[in-house]
Structures are given as C-alpha cells and as structure tokens.
C-alpha cells in the first residue's frame, strides 16, 4: 500500500471500485510501483503510421510477443495497443502485466480535414483479453469531434459499468495547422475536454510556447509559459488542478539526450509519467530497456 497511491486515488472518490482496482494496478506495477508515476509502453503504432515506419528500424518490432516482453523487461505500469496485438499475447501476459485494449485507432492512408478514428474493439473484449484500461483517442479540432466526445462518453459509461478505466489520447487536429496541435492553449484545452468527457488517465503531447487562440492570447499573458516545466505545470492544472493523471507522449525517435532532456521537464512540471513509443521500441532492446530506466529514475526522482 502506497501513500502517494492512495492520495491520488482519492481524486476518483465516488468511481466503482473496479476503475478504482484497475487504475492501482496500474499504479502498483513496475518499476514506479508506488511512487504516484507511471511509464506505459504504447504500440499501435503499426496501425497509425504502417509496418515499415513503425518496426523497420528495430525487425524484431514487426513480432507482437516483443513488446509485451520489452514492457516487463524495463519494468513499465502498462502496455496499450490494438486488438490483433493484444489478442496475440493476452494469454501469456493478462494478470502479469496491466493490459491498455486501444479501442479506436485510425490509419494515415485517408486525408486530413475531418480525421476520426474507427472503433476496432470493444469493452467485451477488453474483459474477455483481462485488459486493465481501454484506451481512446479523440481528436478535438476535427469535423468529426462531437461525434467522437459523444461516443466517448456511452464508451466510458460501459467501460465504468464493468469496472474498465478509460485512458484518452487526446491529439487535437483536423481544422487546424499543425502549429496549432501543439499549442500550450489548444493542449490544456484537450486535457480539460478529456477530463470533463470522464477520462481517467489524460494523454497529451507535450506543448509548445505557441498560443494559437485570438480569443485566449489576453488570457495567457500572466501564465507562465516560458519552460516546457511550465507548460507542463499549466496542462495539469487543466486537468482539474492535477486531479486527474495527466501523461506525455514520447513522439518521433529522438536522440537520447533530447528524449531525457524533455522527461526531465515533463517530471519537473508536475507531470505523472510518460507513454514512450517509438523512442523504445524503435532502439535495439538494450538500448530502449536502459533510456525507459533512465526516463523511470527522472520521474522517480521528483515523486
Ligand atoms: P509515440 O511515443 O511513438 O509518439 O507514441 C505515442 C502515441 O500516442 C501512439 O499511441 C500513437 O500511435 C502515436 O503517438 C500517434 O502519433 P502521431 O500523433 O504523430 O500520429
């Protein structure tokens, strides 16, 4: 039983106590375990951007039963993907590492203005796979984004009935130029779009100094902004003021130094952990079991 744990969890008083079970076994694995922090390993990424741009820089990535493996080996919280990928694994890893069913996922063959993903699994397989966690992303700034809010909403209502949290990938794109996805303004306002939707876990990308919003420009001349620990620190705060577990993305493969240099911001800002991608699974498994170490201890370090 851990404090920090505990007092987080506090912040979901009035949840069933399944979501409640789940979100502290997400909590209480891995290397964080205990420490209010976590690191997931993400890879629907095969879905998203294709096979080659996904696994060709590390081979063994086109095989399902490596990820699941990397994530146990570096000691992650949780490992997320698409139905094929878990479907592939679920029997060897259910009850040993926490299992995030990506329930919706969307492919980068079709065009950009109304972007939305399918619904590729559901919350009956999520439990029949012994899933901790659906996962969901919606895209705040397409066409298409209040079809996606409200299908959100009756996924997690089913989801909470049978005791699933729901973790959100909120990405803002669509009608927007891609300045604008990373906007400090437009990310804080996707964390409190997931939160006020009923997301338990929040996913954003870490924000930029970009304030892209006439209408909010007045409002951000007194919020600090400057640092990425600062944009990080203003994103919690719209995540209801931190009482709601707010992660990062990785993004595209970095250098080492760049990866751990933005972590260490990420961690400083308040930040509850970090969903890394690409900058694992596309390094040798050395490589990648040593940087998710090294991203765990920054984060460690601050809880
Ligand atoms: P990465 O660490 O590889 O960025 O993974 C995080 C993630 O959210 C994936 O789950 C998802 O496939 C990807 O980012 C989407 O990236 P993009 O928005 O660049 O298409």
Known sequence: MSDKVEKILANYAGENPGVI?????????GRLAGTGKIVILPVDQGFEHGPARSFAPNPPGYDPAYHPALAVEAGCNGYAAPLGFIESIAYEYAGR?????????????????TPCSA????VDDALRLGCAAIGYTIYPGSGLRNQMYQDLRDLINEARAVGLPTIVWSYPRG???????TAIDVAAYAAQI???????????????????????????????????????????????NGKRIVIFSGG????????????????????????????????????AVKLLHDIMDLYAAQA
């Open 97 to 113: 590492l926490p299992l995030i069913l990506k329930v919706n996922n969307s492919d980068s063959l079709g065009g950009p203005d």
């Open 175 to 181: 009608d927007m130029p891609k300045e604008a996805e």
């Open 252 to 287: 595209a493969a970095k250098g080492t130094e760049a990866v751990l240099e933005e972590i260490s911001e990420i961690a400083k800002g308040g930040g509850y952990g970090s969903i890394v991608g690409r900058n694992a699974f596309q390094r040798s498994n050395a490589d």
């Open 21 to 29: 079970g789940n979100l502290r076994r997400l909590l209480n694995t």
């Open 194 to 240: 997931a939160c006020q939707l009923g997301a338990h876990v929040v996913k954003v990308k870490p924000p930029t100094e970009v304030v892209f919003q006439d209408a909010a420009k007045k409002s951000y001349e007194n919020v600090p902004i400057g640092t990425l620990a600062e944009r990080i620190q203003h994103v919690v705060q719209a995540a209801f």
């Open 119 to 122: 619904l590729t699994s559901s």
